[in-house]
């Protein structure tokens, strides 16, 4: 049998040429190719993370129109935003969607205003855990109702079995005026209970006159929306 000169055959099996660590073990063509695969993993990595980036972007802003509204679909007054579609057939996607989200069954626009409320007028969010006080003007004789819910859109078990004041059952001031009290423990007056609910969302309604409101009626009347002021937190 041939012998076999170990040290000859060590030395053999090394790859030649090429530089740095990678080099040493392997040929030139190989390390381009390798270089190669490399630039399409970072370009391909690249391109996903962007793709990644532009859905979530995207996940964001439709979940943020769709819970906040934007101008394309909701105004803003003060605290208080007014979803301009609602209940209407050529209501746009995000209206429907929030309106789908909200488990309620709204009046359409044409007939009424409907104003949603989950901060303060300082821009805090409303939370069960601070006491509110809500002033309103006089509506001039239209109906409104005042109702608070927690942040799935439920209305909040309480004793009392309060869920919502309108212009009918309300104490008014002598002059039309109104204050309505948000709070864990009972006081008097228009209160309403709002337990250890959380967040809380605030729906405040005005019917139309039976004769319908014009556009500047509207604006008008959207300027006497009430103020939301936070009186303490626990």
């Known amino acids: 049998m041939a012998s076999i000169d170990l040290d000859s055959a060590r030395d053999d099996d ?3 040429g090429g530089n740095g660590p990678l080099g040493e073990r392997l ?7 390798l270089r190669d695969i490399a630039a ?13 980036l532009v859905l979530t972007a995207g996940i964001w802003s439709s979940r943020t129109m769709i819970s906040r509204g934007y101008e394309i679909s909701a105004d803003t007054y003060g605290p208080w935003r007014h979803w301009r579609n609602e ?11 929030h309106l789908s989200g909200s ?4 009046i359409s626009s044409d007939s009424a205003g409907i104003f949603e409320a989950a901060s303060d007028s300082a821009g805090a969010r409303l939370h069960s855990s601070c006491d509110y006080v809500i002033e309103g003007a006089s509506m001039s004789g239209l109906w409104w109702s005042l109702s608070v819910f927690d942040s799935t859109g439920q209305l909040i078990a309480n004793d ?3 869920y919502a004041f309108t212009s009918d059952t309300a104490a008014l001031n002598p002059d039309g005026s109104f204050i309505v009290t948000l709070g ?7 209160w309403l209970p709002t337990g250890g609910a959380g967040r ?3 729906n405040f309604t005005i019917l139309d006159p039976a004769t319908g409101l014009s556009d500047d009626a509207r604006l008008e009347r959207n300027k006497l929306l009430p103020a939301i002021r936070r009186e303490g937190c626990s």
């Open 103 to 106: 488990g309620m069954l709204r």
């Open 87 to 97: 209940g209407r057939l050529d209501a746009d996607p995000y209206t429907r969607a």
């Open 184 to 190: 864990r423990d009972a006081r008097p007056g228009n």
């Open 14 to 16: 090394q790859p030649r």
């Open 27 to 33: 040929p030139e063509p190989m390390q381009r190719a």
């Open 200 to 202: 809380l969302i605030m």
């Open 160 to 162: 009392a079995e309060r």
């Open 40 to 52: 399409l993993l970072t370009r391909t990595i690249g391109t996903a993370l962007a793709v990644a």
